[in-house]
């Protein structure tokens, strides 16, 4: 069933854990149709449902398809959209109305949750920007060669396992300052470096790494300076700093001046090979992944998603 070119698909993705997840739709309901926008809506009833319904309203001939999410969402959909042939993707512009975990991509754009009418507002004026994905490509546990898109960054090491902490802490406590704070405390448990071989343009490193991130865009706040539509991958690769220089690391990540630490060894690239990383956990977009068994590649793919900014 074909739908007409001015019709929204929204998928829905309620906050796990918190009461009344459908009093945010409701808010953002009463939002579109007080703007008379035409729209269908559809909820998103676990994490692996979101690709379904984005591969749904594809087949089905949706032009704009917003998704009500984080960042974990937006790299559903975007994996989805990926499956699609160019020339049907190319018609097809994302938008985004946070309701995440974590929403770092969103923010780098000046979305925020919360804000519903203004970001309706700039939706419905079609601004569109074509923006890039990274890309890991990876043998999983069963000799089978895959791969992954990314909008915001991959991590390895340390800072995928507080990720991870963070995004289950952020459920528990709600707030995204708790959330940091908590993580942090929790770091004392986690190793805190990795025997790692990684190739970034003419350097080869070989070393024990705390944590390394590849960003297309901010990639919560390790690569800073990253623009998603350049062609290019910004790199932070930090090194094992000393205790206060540790605490001070995570002061200049959470006030964004990670950059600035003495530890911390950026680059830009379009290629990052990592021939070794051994026992370091892989995080896509925030949300962990079955760690890549043996080297894998991270790569960048120029303006391929259209997606909805504000003015």
Known sequence: MAVNDT???IIYCPKHGIFRPQKCWEKIEKCLKSRKVDFDKVQSENAGSVERLVNMMVNNGYKTIVIVGGDSA?????NCLMQAPAEIRKNIALGVIPNG??????RYWDFREGEIEKTVDWLLKRRIRKVDLGCIRYTNRNDE???RYFLNCVNIGLIAAIMNLRRQTRKLFGSR???????FMLMIFQRMDYKMELKINSDTIKRKVMTVCVGSA???????NAVPYNGMLDVSVVYHPEMTQLIEGFYLLFTGKFLNHRSVHPYRTKMVEVNKASHALVSVDGRLMNTPVG?????????VINFLIPD
């Open 218 to 224: 901010r990639g919560y706040g390790q690569t800073p």
């Open 145 to 147: 060669r895959c791969h």
């Open 101 to 106: 975990v974590m929403n770092d991509f969103a």
């Open 74 to 78: 937006l790299n559903d959909a975007v």
């Open 7 to 9: 019709r929204w698909g």
């Open 295 to 303: 080297p894998f590649k991270i790569t960048i793919e120029q303006e």
């Open 177 to 183: 300052t708790l959330s940091f704070i908590s993580s």
